[in-house]
């Protein structure tokens, strides 16, 4: 099967195609750089910018199936990936949304994923959309915090998440782009624990083996946040988005990775950050 992956560069789509390469599916990574793209030698390299229509739909066409997340929040992009999808006539599409757009009541970027989907949804092509909570590779955006100021500012208090692996959104998008029954379906995405903050701090900690310090965030840092994600940390403080849904094991065949596993596979991230 010839499977078009885009984000080849990130941590879902670069894992995804590894998945799908060893399954000895025919992959094509759409980049903007190729000489960023660290992939498998049978991966077919196709350059192009998300924003770019003919690009994209040139590399769509012949592909029996996609994989598409956006690289921004902005619909335009969304109009742009679908205009190219019917373009080209790909049969299977997969859709990398977000828990934000079925929680409610909805956060701020929740509505932006929701638009989204309402617009692919309008649109014809049945996809599939995978609605993953807040990824475990959130915790290297704690890096400049901890360089700068030696410690992890806490912003959601009591309220409690349910980071998922991208390596678990990545073989769930494999097994949904190589497997049948999966049009017209959306699927919520978590790992396998609620944990605040705190406890992920304190987990990280252990697999480090060395203290990582948190800081209760300040109404004035709050203040300064940017409106998205000032609202974003509020619904999360509220525990609002506290829920596991079985989707992972569902897909995959196997528990999702715990928040440990994933921190004791990436601990090089954190050398020498001194706290
Ligand atoms: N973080 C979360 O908790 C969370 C939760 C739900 C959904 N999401 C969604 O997950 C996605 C991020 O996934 P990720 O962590 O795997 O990504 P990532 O590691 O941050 O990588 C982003 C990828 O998108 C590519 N990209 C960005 N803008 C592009 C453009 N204009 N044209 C072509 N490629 C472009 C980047 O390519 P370059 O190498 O060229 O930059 C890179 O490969 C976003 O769509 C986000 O909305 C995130």
Same mark, same amino acid.
């Given at each position: 099967?010839?499977?078009?992956?885009?984000?080849?560069? !990130?941590?879902? !789509?670069?894992?995804?195609?590894?998945?799908?390469?060893?399954?000895?599916?025919?992959?094509?990574?759409?980049?903007?750089?190729?000489?960023?793209?660290?992939?498998?030698?049978?991966?077919?390299?196709?350059?192009?910018?998300?924003?770019?229509?003919?690009?994209?739909?040139?590399?769509?066409? !012949?592909?029996?199936?996609?994989?598409?997340?956006?690289?921004?929040?902005?619909?335009?992009?969304?109009?742009?990936?679908?205009?190219?999808?019917?373009?080209?006539?790909?049969?299977?599409?997969?859709?990398?949304?977000?828990?934000?757009?079925?929680?409610?009541?909805?956060?701020?970027? !929740?509505?932006?994923?929701?638009?989204?989907?309402?617009?692919?949804?309008?649109?014809?092509?049945?996809?599939?959309?995978?609605?993953?909570?807040?990824?475990?590779?959130?915790?290297?955006?704690?890096?400049?915090?901890?360089?700068?100021?030696?410690?992890?500012?806490?912003?959601?208090?009591?309220?409690?998440?349910?980071?998922?692996?991208?390596?678990?959104?990545?073989?769930?998008?494999?097994?949904?782009?190589?497997?049948?029954?999966?049009?017209?379906?959306?699927? &919520?995405?978590?790992?396998?624990?609620?944990?605040?903050?705190?406890?992920?701090?304190?987990?990280?900690?252990?697999?480090?083996?060395?203290?990582?310090?948190?800081?209760?965030?300040?109404?004035?840092?709050?203040?300064?946040?940017?409106?998205?994600?000032?609202?974003?940390?509020?619904?999360?403080?509220?525990?609002?988005?506290?829920?596991? &849904?079985?989707?992972?094991?569902?897909?995959?065949?196997?528990?999702?990775?715990?928040?440990?596993?994933?921190?004791?596979?990436?601990?090089?991230?954190?050398?020498?950050?001194?706290?």
């Amino acid at each position: 099967m010839s499977i078009l992956i885009t984000g080849a560069t !990130g941590h879902i !789509g670069g894992t995804l195609v590894r998945l799908l390469d060893t399954a000895g599916h025919k992959t094509r990574a759409y980049v903007r750089d190729p000489a960023r793209a660290k992939l498998p030698a049978a991966t077919e390299l196709r350059q192009g910018d998300l924003d770019d229509r003919e690009a994209l739909a040139r590399a769509l066409d !012949g592909a029996e199936a996609a994989f598409l997340m956006q690289g921004n929040h902005d619909v335009a992009q969304t109009e742009t990936m679908i205009a190219a999808v019917r373009a080209a006539g790909v049969p299977r599409v997969v859709v990398l949304s977000s828990i934000g757009a079925v929680v409610e009541p909805q956060p701020l970027m !929740g509505t932006w994923f929701a638009a989204k989907e309402k617009l692919w949804s309008a649109a014809g092509p049945a996809v599939t959309f995978l609605r993953p909570s807040s990824f475990m590779t959130n915790t290297l955006w704690w890096l400049p915090a901890l360089r700068e100021h030696g410690h992890v500012v806490d912003a959601t208090g009591p309220g409690r998440m349910s980071p998922v692996d991208p390596d678990d959104i990545a073989a769930v998008a494999a097994a949904v782009l190589t497997g049948d029954g999966h049009a017209g379906q959306g699927y &919520t995405l978590t790992g396998q624990e609620l944990l605040t903050t705190r406890e992920q701090a304190a987990i990280l900690a252990a697999a480090l083996g060395r203290p990582v310090a948190v800081a209760d965030a300040t109404p004035a840092y709050l203040a300064g946040l940017p409106e998205p994600l000032r609202d974003l940390n509020a619904h999360l403080r509220d525990d609002r988005v506290a829920f596991l &849904t079985d989707a992972v094991a569902r897909l995959t065949g196997r528990a999702p990775g715990t928040f440990e596993a994933w921190c004791r596979r990436n601990t090089s991230a954190f050398e020498g950050i001194a706290v």
